[in-house]
């Protein structure tokens, strides 16, 4: 059974903070994103990742940024905290090719006040 | 206009009943489709993939069609362990984009006992 695990489900930080978010998927997936999803919106894609060491941006990368250095391990940047990147994170896995299907951690909820 | 746009509902439908989900996309370049179910305060699960012939799994019938580039899902004997959000997601067509998914912002169901 494929496993993504995400460091927190709830994390609580104040404006002008460093963030790290931190998934982890036991599965030997190329491919990881990183997600965030608000109400109204839906999911939106920040970043994802091929392979260690490379990263491409998703819709919506600005002010974030991300960092694989191992294969299952993919980190979720947010440089200096704002109360609108108050939202659900969620990251995800999956194998490469287009009918992949992408398997989610169970997301952190994040606060920034 | 939204890559992938759905009815947000909420479809409050009685146990036993019949509903059905429309989901239209915009990339004619998109190949490969899906719905995922969304729990409440839960992150995002493989319902069923989409197949251009239609595809049934149990009580679920999903159908897609290329020219109007249209999906549905169709939930029989509706029971009330289906309330959930069904979200319709397709992936971003070719090259690069192949790897990724877009996701509907979902439809919201209750099931009412």
């Known amino acids: 059974d494929v496993k993504v695990t995400q460091s927190s489900r709830y994390l609580v930080k104040r404006t002008g903070e460093k963030v790290f978010l931190e998934c982890v998927q036991d599965m030997d997936h190329e491919n990881m994103f990183w997600y965030r999803q608000d109400p109204g919106l839906g999911l939106r894609l920040i970043y994802f990742?091929?392979?260690?060491?490379?990263?491409e941006k998703g819709d919506i990368p600005e002010g974030y940024s991300v960092s694989r250095e191992k294969k299952e391990r993919f980190s979720l940047i947010l440089e200096s905290a704002s109360t609108n990147q108050t939202s659900m994170y969620l990251c995800a896995s999956s194998t490469p090719g287009q009918s992949r299907t992408q398997y989610f951690g169970p997301g952190t909820r994040l606060t920034v006040l | 206009r939204k890559e992938v746009e759905q009815d947000p509902g909420p479809f409050n439908v009685p146990e036993g009943a019949t509903v059905a989900f429309n989901c239209t996309y915009s990339n004619s370049a998109s190949q490969s489709f899906f719905w995922y179910r969304q729990d409440c305060r839960k992150e995002p699960k493989l319902l069923m993939s989409v197949y251009s012939s239609g595809n049934e799994d149990g009580r679920f019938t999903a159908q897609l069609n290329r020219a109007s580039q249209y999906i549905s899902l169709l939930i029989r004997d509706s029971k009330l362990s289906d309330s959930a959000t069904y979200l319709c997601v397709v992936n971003g067509g070719y090259g690069g984009a192949t790897n990724k998914l877009i996701f509907g912002t979902g439809t919201l169901l209750a099931v009412q006992p």
């Open positions: 990742s091929y392979d260690v060491k490379m990263k």
